[in-house]
């Protein structure tokens, strides 16, 4: 049986709860990442709060309230979104929380009117690159320094090209 959830925009009430399951989701990776590069993708209750400020974040809560997963995007521009910090508890994998949230981001960019949506990962997130390669993501060649770690960006089409059957 899955375990039944909600997903929601997220308020600076959540911060704590919001840090506390990025910590949960990234802690496995803790020694594969740079400090610098850790410190900048899990976030404290006070960095919460900041990407509030430049980002829509959304969450994905269990029957009690707590944030068990999270996913948060930007506008680039008219037609592209960028999504940052995708994080599910490690005990909620496979129960269909981190296909809900990525689809309700991909629903509100579509809405928006945006066609294409990017993503960055490193090296160490082998699962979650498995998941967007799924989800239609796919290299676009550009790669980065992420505080001394590869920054790889991912990108797909959504909303009309997805009606059109040419998204990717």
Known sequence: MVPAFTIR??????A???AACMRSAFEAYRESYTL???A???LTPETV??????MSIWVATDDSGEVVGTLAYRL????TGHLRGMAVRPEWHGTGLADALLSAIEAELGGRGCTRV???TTPPLERATGFYRRHGFARTGRTRDYFGMPLTEWAKLIG???ALGTGS
């Open 9 to 14: 925009r997220a308020t600076v009430a959540d």
């Open 16 to 18: 704590a709860s919001i």
């Open 36 to 38: 610098d590069a850790f």
């Open 40 to 42: 900048d993708t899990v």
């Open 49 to 54: 709060g900041e990407r509030l400020e430049a």
């Open 76 to 79: 680039v521009d008219a037609t």
């Open 118 to 120: 990017t993503l960055n």
């Open 160 to 162: 009309l090209a997805d």
